[in-house]
């Protein structure tokens, strides 16, 4: 039985890795750490927990007596470190929150393994490592900063971020390598482009668009939408960080993304058409518009689900202009490649959404209201 602790695992990327990782083995044990900020969600894994495989404890990462804790009472061999706060528009406002989780968090983590899994010295005074264990840190493309309109990030491209939470992700990767450097830890780090997939919160560019149009509201495109993002469906990263954590060299760092760039205004455009052609080839799905307009046919009408619905606001301050991820690597040592188009994924990633839009709405109660109002009233 491998025991590994999962942080973050109620939020977005972390509960599909909890749910991939249950599902691929029978032989892991699981401790999915998170503090359920307003990014986590305890039912998105209700289902996942159990009193054998998968133990839910709410906790801070940074939280020094409980990693201790947790390291000594369930001899973790694997953590997998995807707790952070993630969204780049809050870390403008508070970039203070991001330092603290995403950095120190991480740090603490690194150091309540260390104390676990250093099992003494060698001749040379250098720290030796229970056989079998890895601290694998989950990280992304900003922290290489931003592309003009050619060439891909690779493993070699310097670390340049540009936002408080890239730079939060950056530190954090450095301060792995540093670990990685300095006592010989067995790390691993994946960069991922941007996911997209079921379970990902609201405030995210995608669920947000198809949650304004079922909610009837604008949608906001920052800038003119010539932005560019290199998406990739939310199971495909989960199975490059299984294959990373479990058959990648110890210290190693690998991209992972699926030569799949869209600009924003082509991404919100193919959304507003496939709610459109859902709607229309099953208009019982028509009952989650807040829009009730009848129409001629007697059926809520959706003539009003155009590119009408967009609105170009004020564009976020130090606007990255293009991400884009050479794979290679991973593709030649691990032989992994996305599984899932992105015309596959998104009508997936859409239909998820309104077959589940209770979890929608439980996820964006009051605070994400007021969250909404703030952010985009003075744009
Ligand atoms: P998310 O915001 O959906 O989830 C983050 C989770 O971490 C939440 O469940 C939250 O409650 C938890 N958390 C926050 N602070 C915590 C703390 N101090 N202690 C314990 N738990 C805490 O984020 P996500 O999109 O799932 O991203 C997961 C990881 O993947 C992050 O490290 C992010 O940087 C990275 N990443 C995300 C993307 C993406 O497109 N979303 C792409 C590449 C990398
Ligand atoms: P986002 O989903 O926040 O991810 P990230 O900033 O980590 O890439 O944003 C994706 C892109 O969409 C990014 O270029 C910003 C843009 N965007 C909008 O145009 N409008 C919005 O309301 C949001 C949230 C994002």
């Known amino acids: 039985m491998k025991s590994y602790l ?39 894994i209700a289902d996942d927990i ?36 993630s969204h780049v528009d ?25 104390r676990a899994w250093v099992t003494g010295r060698d001749a040379d005074g250098r720290p030796t ?6 601290f694998h840190q989950v990280s992304t493309d900003e922290v290489y900063g931003s592309l003009g309109e050619e060439g891909f990030f690779t493993e070699q491209t310097p670390l340049a971020p540009h936002s408080p939470y890239s730079a939060s992700k950056a530190s954090a990767d450095m301060i792995v390598c540093a670990y990685r450097d300095t006592y010989g830890m067995p790390v691993s780090i994946t960069r991922c482009s941007n996911n997209y ?47 990373v954590v479990t058959q990648g060299a110890p210290g190693c760092i690998y991209n992972v993304g699926g030569h ?34 009848t129409g ?9 689900i155009d590119e009408s619905l967009i609105s170009f ?3 976020r301050l130090g606007h990255d202009l293009r991400y884009g991820i050479d794979p290679t690597k991973i593709t030649n040592d691990l032989g992994w490649r996305p599984e899932t188009d992105f015309e596959t994924g998104i009508e997936k990633t859409i239909r998820w959404n309104l077959d589940n839009h209770a979890w929608v709405e439980a996820v964006s109660g009051t605070d994400y209201q007021n969250y909404y109002e703030k952010m985009y009233a003075g744009r």
């Open 129 to 134: 490592w229970r056989a079998g264990v890895r």
């Open 197 to 243: 997939g079921p379970y990902q919160f609201p405030e995210k560019l995608i669920p947000l668009v198809i949650n304004n149009i079922l909610e009837g509201k604008k949608i906001p495109v920052y800038g003119r939408g010539d932005n560019v993002r290199d998406w990739l469906y939310v199971e495909d990263h989960c199975k490059a960080i299984d294959l």
């Open 296 to 304: 001629p046919d007697g059926l809520p009408r959706i003539d009003w």
């Open 50 to 85: 159990d009193s054998e495989r998968c133990f839910f404890v709410r906790g801070d990462i940074g939280d020094r007596a409980l990693a201790d804790r947790l390291f000594a009472e369930y001899k973790f061999d694997t953590v997998v470190n995807f707790a952070a706060e």
């Open 6 to 44: 999962v942080t973050g695992a109620a939020g977005f990327i972390g509960s599909n890795y909890l749910k991939y990782l249950l599902t691929r083995y029978d032989d892991v044990q699981v401790v999915a750490l998170d503090l359920l900020t307003y990014a986590g969600y305890l039912g998105t």
């Open 313 to 315: 606001v004020k564009d």
């Open 260 to 293: 799949n760039e869209r600009r924003n205004l082509q991404i919100v455009e193919t959304i507003i058409r496939t709610v459109r052609r859902l709607m229309e080839e099953e208009p019982a799905r028509r009952t989650l518009l807040k829009r009730q307009e």
């Open 90 to 114: 809050r870390s403008i406002e508070n970039p203070q929150l991001f330092l603290e989780t995403n950095i120190l968090g991480t740090q603490n983590l690194l150091d309540a393994a260390r």
